[in-house]
């Protein structure tokens, strides 16, 4: 019922930057809570940030100042700048989404295909 279609991952030297994007579309009543997730080969996957509908952010200590979450609400679409980046970010980048599909307020979860970024040192 839902898709989401991430874009803007690439390959970029430490220090640089990129802007992820991330776009809700299909059958819903309105998008919820969405963030951005991120996994690098052997560890778990681990939430990078997070936003409500309202603007309230939540980042993890590791991207904090680095890296900012927004999100444009009529466009059903989440943005993650990303700046001043580490090798350590090295990561395959997850969307999620919470879709509201009742009135009452009952969601599910949506993931994005996921966007491959590498910070070469």
């Known amino acids: 019922q839902v898709q989401l279609v991430e874009s803007g991952g690439g390959l970029v030297q430490a220090g640089g930057s990129l802007r992820l994007s991330c776009a809700a579309s299909?059958?819903?009543?309105?998008?919820?809570?969405m963030g951005w997730y991120r996994q690098a080969p052997g560890k778990q996957r681990e939430l990078v940030a997070d936003?409500?509908?309202?603007?309230?952010?939540n980042y993890a200590e590791s991207v904090k100042g680095r890296f900012t979450i927004s999100r444009d609400n009529a466009k059903n679409t989440v943005y993650m700048q990303m700046n001043s980046l580490k090798p350590e970010d090295t990561a395959v980048y997850y969307c999620?989404?919470?879709?509201?599909?009742?009135?009452?307020?009952?969601?599910?979860?949506?993931w994005g295909q996921g966007t491959q970024v590498t910070v070469s040192s």
């Open positions: 999620l989404a919470k879709a509201i599909h009742t009135t009452w307020g009952g969601t599910k979860d949506y």
């Open positions: 299909g059958r819903f009543l309105s998008i919820d809570a």
């Open positions: 936003i409500t509908t309202r603007g309230s952010s």
